[in-house]
């Protein structure tokens, strides 16, 4: 079963103070009230989901993560059956929707597409795309509460987001959540050498290209420490023309967030999950051979 992890980052930023406001000016409205809300499916094949999210109350487990962030209105977590698999943010009624499809999804695929690899493996695989996709979707959430500009395609300033909070987190499972986020992009796209999917309506969606999507993560991860994650150039996963201006596009991501986000964030919780004793990050961990694999159009 997916999930089964409490999601906490801890996320690292600068000591900035929030945006000065004007002496008569009042204090901005902080109103940090998490709500969950579990609803019965009507598929039988999705009550496994709903019983086991219910019974763990797994929407609590992602307050270290929420409390992060002054929201001004609190912020409400919904697990419903959508008839799709997919995760959404309501803006009208300040909600994070995650459909069970999307839990039944992850574990079947990660079942099916990688049965050479230990339970283990795909279930940390699986757990790592989940925590992904809600910080994805905790992007466009902090954009709308504070009504941060975006210039360009609003899923790639979410993308954005969730990278910039994992990659400035000391948690040592930054490694499953990149694998997730692979394994979430690809999952669909096993052979990259395909056209077959490449249809009119792949071009013309909202969000872009799920392999450029993965492969800006990456260039973010590289740019934000050449030597912590050196190891993507070095085994092939990334490609050395475009790490070449990874470090660039990452200073430009980072002045970003802490002029548009970091002032909305709450310097205390963030000092407190940061000072967390973690253990060092593991580079080895990451299968560094599983897309070439996928390359090949192999994704166990």
């Known amino acids: 079963m997916i999930l089964a992890g409490a999601l906490a980052l801890s996320v690292g930023c600068k000591d900035n103070a929030p945006v000065a406001q004007p002496a008569d000016s009042p204090a901005p409205k902080v109103n940090k009230t998490f709500k969950y809300l579990y609803d019965p499916p009507k598929n039988p094949e999705l009550q496994k989901y709903y019983e086991w999210l219910k019974d763990e109350d797994a929407g609590k487990k992602m307050e270290p993560v929420l409390k992060l962030v002054n929201w001004p209105n609190g912020l409400k977590l919904e697990t419903k059956e959508c008839g799709v698999s997919n995760a959404y943010y309501w ?16 574990h079947d695929k990660a079942q099916t597409e990688m049965t050479k690899r230990t339970p283990e493996y795909r279930r940390n695989v699986a757990i790592g795309g989940v925590k992904f996709l809600i910080l994805h979707e905790l992007g466009h959430a902090v954009y709308d509460a504070f009504d941060v500009p975006i210039i360009g395609n609003a899923e790639d300033a979410a993308d954005a987001f969730a ?7 000391k948690d040592p499972q930054v490694h499953w959540i990149l694998q997730g986020a692979k394994f979430f992009f690809m999952k669909n796209h096993a052979d990259f050498t395909s056209t077959s999917d490449l249809e009119f309506g792949s071009f013309a969606d909202a969000h872009p290209l799920h392999q450029q999507r993965y492969f800006n993560m990456l260039c973010d991860a590289y740019g934000s420490d050449t030597k912590r994650y050196g190891f993507l150039v070095e085994k092939g996963l990334l490609p050395k023309g475009r790490a070449e201006s990874c470090p660039q596009d990452w200073r430009r991501l980072d002045r970003a967030m802490d002029k548009l986000v970091v002032p909305h964030l709450d310097t205390a919780e963030v000092k407190r999950l940061q000072n967390k004793d973690y253990p060092a990050f593991d580079p080895s961990a990451y299968d560094a051979s599983s897309i070439k694999k996928m390359q090949q159009g192999n994704a166990g």
Do not use: G, N, Q, R
Not at 163 to 169: D, F, G, V, W
């Open 91 to 106: 803006p009208s009624k300040a909600t994070i929707v995650v459909c069970y499809e999307l839990f039944k999804d992850f």
């Open 163 to 169: 990278i910039y909070m994992l990659l400035k987190s």
